[in-house]
């Protein structure tokens, strides 16, 4: 929705390099969450967020990073870029006025890893 | 990791008809949520249940929260052609916890 944007929309990179996304709120929602969504295996959690600087590892979580310096940023890092990491990556928050039993989502990022 | 079984896969069905679907897991659930996502977006949330046996509507669609609190239901009823996408449900164990998704429902409406 309007209240997350996530950029780059779309990035092409090569196997070992080292790729930032950024997810950024204006919600001020408590829990801000990365997934990858890839065909046969819908959306999986990558890390989350539950407050500032404080983070927590979801199913698929080697390989990638997070950080949470304020409220409104959450950064994915791909220290290493690999040719399974090629995805689309979706930013979700939740935690708000609607309560913690809600996530909204991003419009994605898709990355492609070469 | 959690599973959760979300069927059919995919339907193709007649504009106008009725269209159901549903999703278990062998845990138990306190949140369930139904989302639709358009091809190259994110997912929208459509319904949201927090509590065993309860129905809630939004416009044609209508979701239950099974009384097991291990599924839970979409209807969507009279469908349209902006019906098109993919839905998923995704359940959460207890508040503040991760949520977990189905794998998707694709449905596709034939005019």
């Known amino acids: 929705d309007a209240g997350i944007t996530q950029s780059p929309r779309h990035k092409v990179t090569e196997t070992g390099t080292p790729v930032t996304l950024r997810c950024h709120q204006t919600e001020n929602h408590r829990y801000m969450y990365w997934y990858r969504q890839d065909p046969g295996h819908g959306l999986r959690l990558i890390h989350y967020s539950y407050g500032v600087k404080d983070t927590d590892k979801g199913e698929v979580s080697d390989g990638y990073s997070v950080s949470r310096s304020k409220t409104e940023d959450f950064l994915l890092t791909l220290e290493s870029a690999t040719s399974s990491q090629t995805s689309v990556y979706f930013c979700a928050i939740g935690g708000g006025l609607a309560g913690d039993n809600e996530q909204f989502f991003g419009p994605g990022t898709r990355l492609t890893v070469l | 990791g959690q599973q959760l079984n979300q069927s059919p896969q995919s339907m193709f069905i007649q504009e106008g008809e009725d269209v159901s679907m549903n999703c278990t897991s062998s845990?138990?659930?306190?949140?369930w949520l139904w989302y639709k996502q358009d091809p190259g977006e994110g997912p929208v949330l459509l319904i949201a249940l927090y509590k065993a046996g309860e129905l809630t509507s939004n416009g044609r669609l209508t979701a239950q929260f099974g009384i097991t609190r291990k599924d839970s239901f979409l209807n969507i009823s009279a469908s349209i052609p902006s019906d098109v996408g993919i839905y998923f449900c995704?359940?959460?164990?207890?508040?503040?916890?991760?949520?977990?998704f189905g794998t998707g429902t694709s449905l596709t409406v034939i005019p």
């Open positions: 845990s138990i659930f306190n949140t």
């Open positions: 995704a359940g959460q164990k207890n508040t503040g916890n991760q949520f977990y």
